[in-house]
């Protein structure tokens, strides 16, 4: 995995995306719940460029044990609300780095951070991960870790959006929930 700095806001979304996958956030159902679920989640939501030759990698039981491990370790950085947890808690998402290094891309170069050449799945969505956590924390301010504003969702997201208005976990699913529910109650009291 080598994740470019200057790309927080994708891999933030990564973060928002694995958390929300947690049974707490669909009535008891894991979105993950087994291997296959963890490689089209890998698939869908990991840039290839990023970790190129991981959309073929088979994950085990036990990269889908410590992925749920680092899910619930997100949950509590984004509920924290604490400048000093989220960064300790994100820091310790990123020990799978083997090498700070720069990607030169034409004419320019970037801050990049590659996992170690042996890290495992979890490790390296750590990474992925946490540095979306640490980037949004530094240019964006911990008020961007918040809950779905859905009173029927107990979703969570990182809000990377421009002027940080965003209200949804999954703007395409709980904003429209809410917009029905308003609708509804418009209609009743007509
Ligand atoms: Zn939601």
């Known amino acids: 995995m080598q994740v470019p700095f200057d790309e927080y806001a994708q891999a933030a979304g990564v973060a928002t995306e694995l958390v929300n996958t ?4 669909w009535n008891g159902t894991d979105m993950l719940s087994d291997a ?16 190129p030759g991981l959309d ?14 680092l899910r619930d370790v997100l949950r509590e950085i984004i509920d924290s609300g604490d400048a000093r947890t989220i960064v300790d808690r994100a820091t310790v998402l990123t020990r799978s780095v083997g090498t700070l290094t720069l990607a030169i891309e034409d004419d320019r170069t970037r801050w990049q951070a590659n996992t170690a050449p042996d ?29 779905c ?42």
Request: net charge positive.
């Open 149 to 190: 504003a859905s009173p029927d969702c107990s979703g969570v997201f990182i809000d990377t959006s421009r002027n940080g208005a965003r209200r949804y976990c999954m703007p395409g699913l709980c904003g429209n929930r809410v917009n029905v529910a308003n609708h509804r109650a418009r209609q009743r009291a007509q």
């Open 36 to 51: 296959a679920a963890l490689e089209s989640f890998v698939t869908t939501h990991v840039p290839t460029v990023w970790a």
């Open 22 to 25: 947690a049974p707490g956030v």
């Open 56 to 69: 073929r990698m088979i994950p085990t039981p036990d990269d889908l044990a410590a992925t749920h491990a």
């Open 119 to 147: 890290a495992a799945l979890a490790d390296q969505l750590g990474l992925l991960t946490g540095v979306g956590v640490l980037g949004v924390t530094h240019a964006l301010g911990v008020e961007r870790f918040r809950p």
